[in-house]
């Protein structure tokens, strides 16, 4: 899998190329976006690996 450095200077890298100002604003909102997408992956990754959820009704106490 690719780490996020190098996402970020390929994303950094098209915005050159497109001839778009890279400022340190768009910087960091890139290295955000890329957090963020990387984060909600691996949440997803555990929701789909983790087992299912099978609720129990409680016992009655006595």
């Not at 780490?3 to 955000?32: F, G, K, W």
């Not at 909600?40 to 929701?47: F, G, L, P, T």
């Amino acid at each position: 899998m690719i780490d996020r450095q190098t996402i970020e200077i390929m994303l950094l890298q098209i915005a050159r190329q497109n001839s778009e100002p890279v400022d340190r604003h768009i910087a960091y909102t890139i290295r955000t976006g890329v957090a963020q997408a990387l984060q909600a992956k691996e949440r997803h990754r555990q929701r789909m690996t983790s087992p299912d959820y099978h609720w129990k009704k409680p016992t009655g106490k006595r």
